[in-house]
């Protein structure tokens, strides 16, 4: 047990619809870092946000969105989706400059 | 995009024997890290090595990591049924960065 809790477990939407998932950090942790892992791939990272600002982007696409709160809890937004989006989505939470980052259980997303 | 490569893809052992699993990287490191999941959930993070150590041991898990080769490998001993997962290795450039995960080696021990 990481500390780290996503919600919810599994979604199944539609392609073209809208989506937000959950995280909530370890306690004390203030950076959280969201990663989308495809069927059969390693995960690959999204983007990082530290005090509610963005610290740091992937290679996705303007419709992945994020937002931190300041409880440190954080979404991820993903806008018109596609039949890729299709991944377990894990986010992890750290203390900023820290080396080791605890992993949250996932959301898994079908789109269909 | 990946950075590293785990080999093997997949590794199917006894119980008690021991499991070797190696990662190649491409760009220079601040740390690198295993992590091990199970059936698709979450990451469990097991061991950190960072860029100017070559070995480090946590219980039954030894982790070497060569930089001129841009090469680490995972030694787990005496597997157990348990053992059975996905490892990856994720590099890290710089601390509290993101993590660039290879695609991982599936590991299955036997009883």
């Known amino acids: 047990e990481t500390g780290v809790t996503q919600s919810p477990t599994h979604l199944i939407k539609t392609r073209g619809q809208q989506v937000t998932l959950r995280c909530s950090s370890q306690?004390?942790?203030?950076?959280v870092s969201w990663y989308q892992q495809a069927l059969g791939q390693g995960p690959q990272f999204i983007f990082q946000?530290?005090?509610?600002?963005?610290?740091g982007r992937g290679n996705f696409p303007p419709r992945f969105s994020g937002l931190q709160f300041p409880n440190y809890s954080s979404e991820l937004n993903v806008n018109a989706l596609e039949l890729d989006d299709s991944a377990l989505y894990l986010c992890?939470?750290?203390?900023?400059?820290?080396?080791?980052?605890?992993f949250g259980p996932g959301t898994r997303l079908t789109v269909l | 995009s990946q950075q590293g490569e785990e080999d093997p893809q997949a590794l199917s052992i006894q119980e008690g024997e021991n499991a070797t699993m190696n990662c190649s990287y491409k760009?220079?490191?601040?740390?690198l890290q295993w992590y091990r999941q199970n059936s698709g959930r979450g990451l469990v993070h097991l061991i950190l090595i960072r860029s100017n150590e070559r070995e480090k041991h946590s219980g039954r898990l030894r982790v070497t990591l060569d930089t001129s080769k841009k090469s680490s490998s995972l030694l787990i001993t005496a597997s157990r049924a348990a053992d059975t997962a996905s490892y990856f290795c994720a590099t890290e450039a710089k601390a509290g960065t993101a993590l660039i995960f290879g695609k991982g080696t599936t590991l299955s021990v036997s009883s």
């Open positions: 760009t220079s490191i601040n740390n």
């Open positions: 306690s004390g942790h203030n950076t």
């Open positions: 946000y530290y005090r509610e600002e963005e610290n």
């Open positions: 992890a939470s750290s203390l900023v400059l820290a080396d080791t980052q605890y």
